[in-house]
């Protein structure tokens, strides 16, 4: 990864996958802005849970409210 002195933004290439007990993250590259509370990507996203998959590009993480926004080519599945 790569630390911006001038933004004080972490940028990670590759494979990345960030998990919990609830489900995962995976894509091939995240923005970790830590002033700001944000996680961004422009890349291909997989969110997997116990009774869903989302896939789509682009995400936004905003840890302040919590929120996960997947910017554009949303395919959700939803499991029994």
Do not use: H, P, W
């Amino acid at each position: 990864g790569l630390y911006n002195l001038d933004t004080k933004k972490i940028s990670i290439e590759g494979t990345i996958t960030a998990k919990n007990n609830a489900y995962s993250i995976t894509t091939g590259q995240i923005e970790i802005d830590s002033d700001a509370g944000l996680l961004t990507t422009g890349k291909e996203v997989l969110i997997e849970g116990k009774k869903f998959t989302l896939q789509g590009k682009g995400m936004e993480i905003n840890n302040n409210e919590q929120k996960v926004r997947i910017m554009k080519d949303v395919k959700a599945t939803f499991n029994n």
